[in-house]
């Protein structure tokens, strides 16, 4: 496997008159300060992008979603044309291969210095074939928030992209015990809500249907692609308050995300469920085919 690509920005944050560019050093190497907030707290945000034939996928989205982010962390707003350009600095440092992604993150640095931290890190992806084809056997978690938590308790970050991933990654840890692939999150009053890692994506008829962002979730760069997608091939795309029982009844259901992209749900709880093998293929032709 190439070995992976680490830059780190000059000025992550947008001000005037600071210093542009980027630094690229060794991987292995010792960059980030032992006290940086974003590693003593998981206080900062990141993005993942996935790239096809050295194209960053989505990359306007992405972008505008680390903003976003940004902003719902009170973090200095990102200084999104030096964060751009890095981008492209990492694909055109990196060997190149059929997929790879790569990975922003912005945290608030060292406590007290007011100089946020920003580096780009890229590598190869994984292998998701099986994934994409076979399809994945998921569980359903309780989050254990009512699905306005968004609107009553903003400070709860719910819908950042932070780097606060202790409770998503014991989510999957869960799954694993329960003999899955993965998670879809329910709120406590009984609404489906989104993966871990990933958006729910549920075929009703000629309809593709998703949970509305304003449940809390994280909006996703992917899901929207597949609309666009969806809509070319004459389906109607909504978002709409769903539960477990839309879930049961769908046509199909996908775990759609930036790296393996749209994952069909072969089982519910253990409870097998039907594949749109075709449709499926149609969507992650359309994903790989992107060119912004």
Known sequence: ????????????????????????????????NALDLGITRGDGIFETITVIGGIPQALDAHLARLERSAAMLDLPAPDLPAWRSTVFAAVDAHTDVPEAFVKLLYSRGIEGSDAPTGWVWMQQSGDFTRERSEGIDVVLLDRGYPSTVAETSPWLLQGAKTLSYAINRAALREAKRRGADDVIFVSSDG??????TANVILKLGDRLVTPK???????????HSVFDIAKLNGYATAYETLTPADLRRADAAWLVSSVRNAAPIRSVDGAPRALDAQLTASINSGLAARTT
């Open 1 to 32: 496997m190439p070995s992976p690509v680490l830059l780190l920005l000059r000025s992550p944050a947008a001000r005037d008159g600071a210093p542009s560019g980027y630094d690229q050093v060794d991987p292995a190497a010792p960059v980030a």
């Open 191 to 196: 609404v489906l809500l989104e993966g871990p």
């Open 213 to 223: 962002p304003d449940l809390g979730i994280l909006p996703g760069t992917t899901q």
